[in-house]
């Protein structure tokens, strides 16, 4: 059983890592909560994919595919960077359960399996992207909960008061030589958490917002890259790369990437629509907006066309009523000098 608390704030749980055993094996808190994360992130992907140009189907297919993939890459980008755990055993590389999934490996997988998935069944990649990539955030700040049953990836000593404690936790603290009673450690799975489900809920509000396909998942690299980069820096599990931390060093490099091909895509369609208003067409909103434009300039030319019309209808007709009037008063005339005879 695993004691965690927040004296600050005067909480406090007892957690047990598995939540009950099937056939003998612990079924692990951890996993169910990822699970239950990333089910309701395909839900809610599910409900409104419509709006999108998909379908239930196209997303299900996408989960199944992508989800082993996902897992298999979270593990070798856990392994590489920890190789020196697994170098002298090779086969501990395929025990999952004694932990070792890194998240960025995972995003890394499940986003090659989406970019596969699109040139086969011919939807654009950056389109399906930006439609998903909300919902994976979320499954990721859901996730991060599974850290806290089992107090890992925490951060820093501190006195803060939201600092956090436990059994395993103060163990930590007491081999860095602080007292447990006045300091705890950083809650950096409740910062990324909170983080994760801001985030998922902005790109939410920008999705409908996008000027061109590509900007939210490239705000994705933004916001969340900027986020992990901060956290990154408390934590005192980080792999590394050198003297670098490797999940801080990707989190930069996503940060760049994300903010230049966002303004690449938005300079690039700017111009485009100033040579030329079909460039609206980037953006399936744009398309929509040249289709209703179409047809407004197509009705437009539709009156102009009855309007000349009926003005050439009506000079003819004026024209026939002032030549049988000229008829009448010759015939008029023609009797009048009858009568004087």
């Known amino acids: 059983m695993n004691l965690v608390s927040f004296p600050g704030l005067g909480l406090e749980f007892e957690l047990r890592k598995y939540a009950f ?56 980008y856990y392994v590489v960077f920890s190789w020196d755990q697994y170098k002298n055993d090779l086969t501990a590389i395929f025990r999952i359960r004694d932990g070792g999934l890194a998240i960025y490996g995972g995003v890394i997988g499940g986003l090659l399996v989406a970019w596969l998935y699109t040139k086969k069944k011919k939807i654009p990649f950056l389109h399906l992207a930006d439609f998903g990539i909300p919902y994976l955030v979320f499954g990721q700040g859901v996730g991060r909960w599974g850290n806290f049953t089992n107090q890992e990836s925490f951060g820093t000593i501190t006195d803060l008061p939201w600092r956090m404690n436990g059994n395993i936790i103060d163990r930590y603290i007491v081999n860095e030589g602080a007292d447990p009673s006045v300091f705890g450690v950083h809650p950096t799975f409740l910062y990324e958490s909170a983080w994760d489900i801001a985030v998922f809920l902005f790109l939410l509000f920008y999705r409908k917002r996008k000027k061109v396909d590509g900007e939210v998942l490239f705000m994705y690299f933004i916001l969340y890259g900027a986020g992990r980069a901060l956290i990154e820096s408390l934590r005192t599990d980080s792999l590394w790369l050198g003297g670098f931390r490797a999940s801080q060093l990707l989190s930069v490099i996503l940060v760049i990437v994300g903010l230049a091909l966002f303004l690449y895509r938005r300079i690039i369609s700017r111009k485009k629509a100033e040579e030329e208003p079909v460039a609206l067409g980037q953006s399936r909103y744009g398309a929509l907006l040249m289709k209703m434009k179409e047809e407004e300039e197509a009705l437009e030319s539709v009156a102009e066309s009855d309007s000349e019309a009926i003005e050439d209808s009506d000079t003819e007709t004026g024209e026939k009523a002032a030549a049988s009037g000229d008829d009448d008063t010759g015939s008029e005339a023609a009797d009048g000098s009858k009568t004087g005879e």
């Not at 990333?38 to 239930?56: E, G, Q």
């Open 21 to 76: 055993i099937v056939f003998g094996i612990e079924i692990y808190w951890y996993g169910i909560i990822i699970t239950l994360g990333f089910l309701a992130a395909v839900i809610m992907a599910s409900r409104s994919c419509r709006k999108y140009d998909l379908t239930p189907d196209n997303i299900l297919d996408l989960v199944l595919f992508a989800a082993p993939v996902a897992i298999i890459f979270a593990r070798l």
